[in-house]
Every structure is written in C-alpha cells, then in structure tokens.
C-alpha cells in the first residue's frame, strides 16, 4: 500500500501557520512527483547504516535498537523553515502532552537529516532548540544526525520514504511522518501528517513495545482504540469504549464489596473480642 501525502497543499499551510513573508515558489507537480510514503509494516532497518550524531560521534543505526525501547524516527532537512519547522515543533508540543520522556520512560527518539551536505553543529543546534521547546531537560534520548548520501538513501529506502532535491528551487521537497519502530528495529506504525496526538504518540509506543510500556490500566485503555494504517493514527472503536467501562464499572463495584466485606468481618471479630 502507498501513501501519497498532498505536499503542495501542506507547503501552503505551512506557509499560512508560520507567517513567512517573503515569496516562496511552491514545487511543480512534476517536482513532487513519486513523493509517496511506501508502507513496509513488518520490515527490518538495517542496522549498519552509520551517521555522525550531533556531538560528531559515529553511530551505527543499530546503536538504538537495544531490544527493550521502541524508537521514534523521523527524516527531515534541518536547514528547512518551513514544513520541517512545523512538524518537528508539533512532534515536541505532542511530546510535552505525553507523561513519557525520551530515556527515562522507555523508549528513544532519532532524527535523520536527509542532505547530505548539513553537518553534526547544524545537527546539534537544531536539537538544543527542540529540546528547549520540549522543556524536559538537556538529557531527552533525542538523537540529531547528519551522513552521506549512501547511508541517507539506504535507511529512506528501508522505510519506503521518498523524496526529492529541486534544483532550481535549492530546497528539498518531502513528507512529514513519524516511523514508530520496534525495539529489534522493524517498521511498527505510521504516523502521517503534522498532527501528533500524544494519544496517538502513546499507543503507538505501546504497541511497538511489544508490552513493555504503559501501566495496567493503560494496557486496557489500549483495547477501545485501533490502528488505522490509511490515516496514520488511532480511532477508538464506541462498542468497545462502552465495554471497557462496563468492564470498569463492573471492578469497581467488586472492589467496593470486597472492602465492605472486609470492613464488616473486622467489625465482627472485634465484637467477638469485646465479648469475650
């Protein structure tokens, strides 16, 4: 299955949400042409692409799949400023929503710049200022890096993303989406677009986790909501909402019996001692 994300309409919007005065030229459809998303769930990343991560130290992919922590990976072009800005910042205001941090909540965060051309200080201060933005401190498991073009187009191709460099325009003309991988490094979900949920964010840590993150409760919250690979998010199912709270419902009442059972056996064997 291919998705094809509008990427004239979203340079536009893009546009109109960061107030950009100058004149822009918006690509051709020639130029956005094959600009697809070619979904690969279940695919492997090769673990020996190698980057140079923002402090300028070399880092094989593999680096971050430890078997325990999902990842979340985004590409992107760090000197954009526009569609790139703009999903980068609301991937972090989807973040400060969700109680989980990068490193010490179980899961990491890596950024891949897709110009071979852009080096590791570029790489370190576009991190420092998402960082600032996501106000958890300097020590969020967010990994900004820069590499050649071969390692580039190796990783783009095992995540079926596509995108192309314009010439005539200098700039690069891509799809904003977030790969939420498993802890061994295979494709787990698809978040599409410049809309991320912290719910959606969660889930989907949860599910590529394969069980290792999120409370009980959580975990039970999870059953009301199903992936929807075409449009890149979660939607919660009414039928299983309403079976998920009268399953809660039902807990609860079981629980406020057994403490009033409790409370009346003490009662009794207190009385029973006072009696004798």
Same mark, same amino acid.
């Given at each position: 299955?291919?998705?094809?994300?509008?990427?004239?309409?979203?340079?536009?919007?893009?546009?109109?949400?960061?107030?950009?005065? #100058?004149?822009?030229?918006? *690509?051709?459809? #020639? +130029?956005?042409?094959?600009?697809?998303?070619?979904?690969?769930?279940?695919?492997?990343?090769? *673990?020996?692409?190698?980057?140079?991560?923002? %402090?300028? +130290? #070399?880092? %094989?992919?593999?680096?971050?799949?430890?078997?325990?922590? *999902?990842?979340?990976?985004?590409?992107?072009?760090?000197?954009?400023?526009?569609?790139?800005?703009?999903?980068?910042?609301?991937?972090?205001?989807?973040?400060?929503?969700?109680?989980?941090?990068?490193?010490?909540?179980?899961? %990491?965060?890596?950024?891949?710049?897709?110009? *071979?051309? +852009?080096?590791?200080?570029?790489?370190?201060?576009?991190?420092?200022?998402?960082?600032?933005?996501?106000?958890?401190?300097?020590?969020?498991?967010?990994?900004?890096?820069?590499?050649?073009?071969?390692?580039?187009?190796?990783?783009?191709?095992?995540?079926?993303? %596509?995108?192309?460099?314009?010439?005539?325009?200098? #700039?690069?003309?891509?799809?904003?989406?977030?790969?939420?991988?498993?802890?061994?490094?295979?494709?787990?979900?698809?978040?599409?677009?410049?809309?991320? +949920?912290?719910?959606?964010?969660?889930?989907?840590?949860?599910?590529?986790?394969?069980?290792?993150?999120?409370?009980?409760?959580?975990?039970?919250?999870?059953?009301?909501?199903?992936?929807?690979?075409?449009?890149?998010?979660?939607?919660?199912?009414?039928?299983?909402?309403?079976?998920?709270?009268?399953?809660?419902?039902?807990?609860?009442?079981?629980?406020?019996?057994?403490?009033?059972?409790?409370?009346?056996?003490?009662?009794?064997?207190?009385?029973?001692?006072?009696?004798?």
């Amino acid at each position: 299955m291919t998705f094809r994300f509008p990427i004239v309409t979203a340079a536009a919007l893009v546009l109109m949400w960061t107030g950009v005065a #100058q004149a822009i030229v918006a *690509p051709s459809p #020639q +130029e956005t042409k094959g600009l697809d998303v070619v979904e690969k769930f279940g695919s492997q990343v090769d *673990p020996n692409w190698t980057f140079t991560d923002h %402090r300028g +130290e #070399q880092r %094989r992919l593999g680096d971050f799949f430890d078997g325990k922590r *999902p990842v979340l990976l985004t590409m992107n072009w760090f000197k954009c400023k526009t569609l790139c800005d703009t999903q980068l910042n609301l991937l972090a205001n989807g973040l400060k929503n969700l109680e989980w941090t990068a490193g010490t909540d179980g899961f %990491r965060m890596v950024t891949v710049s897709i110009d *071979p051309e +852009e080096t590791h200080p570029l790489a370190s201060g576009k991190r420092d200022s998402y960082l600032d933005l996501l106000d958890r401190g300097a020590n969020v498991d967010w990994t900004f890096m820069v590499g050649n073009s071969s390692n580039i187009n190796g990783l783009a191709d095992d995540l079926g993303y %596509r995108y192309n460099y314009d010439e005539k325009l200098d #700039q690069y003309v891509h799809a904003p989406v977030v790969y939420v991988l498993t802890p061994d490094g295979r494709i787990s979900h698809y978040l599409f677009g410049l809309r991320y +949920e912290s719910t959606d964010l969660k889930l989907s840590l949860m599910d590529a986790s394969q069980g290792r993150l999120g409370s009980t409760f959580d975990k039970l919250l999870m059953n009301c909501f199903h992936y929807d690979p075409t449009a890149g998010g979660y939607a919660a199912s009414a039928m299983d909402v309403m079976r998920f709270f009268a399953i809660l419902t039902v807990l609860i009442l079981l629980s406020a019996l057994l403490v009033f059972w409790l409370v009346d056996r003490r009662h009794g064997r207190l009385v029973a001692e006072a009696a004798v």
